[in-house]
């Protein structure tokens, strides 16, 4: 997807579950950094999005969640569960 919009889009996705303790600190630290140098300019929109699997009475529950920023501001947000039977 991001190519479709060449250098207006980046996407930066992290898998920490392949990282040891202190490569993930170093990850969120660099994450913080930049969020905070983006979150008051008017021409960025930050997006995250991520989706979980839980157990509930020994059923497994999926869901997902995205949230949205711009200026500093909460401006989307939406969570989905999506049912049994489903995979993250």
Avoid at 37 to 63: A, C, E, T, W
């Amino acid at each position: 997807m991001s190519t479709s919009f060449g250098s207006r889009v980046h996407i930066n996705p992290c898998k920490p579950e392949m990282k040891d303790d202190e490569e993930k600190h170093k990850l969120i630290d660099n994450h913080k950094e930049r969020v905070c140098k983006l979150l008051d300019r008017n021409n960025h929109l930050i997006i995250y999005s991520d989706g979980s699997m839980i157990k509930k009475r020994g059923f497994p529950q999926v869901g997902a969640a995205v949230v949205s920023y711009h200026n500093g501001e909460e401006v989307f947000s939406k969570t989905m569960g999506m049912g049994q039977g489903q995979g993250v």
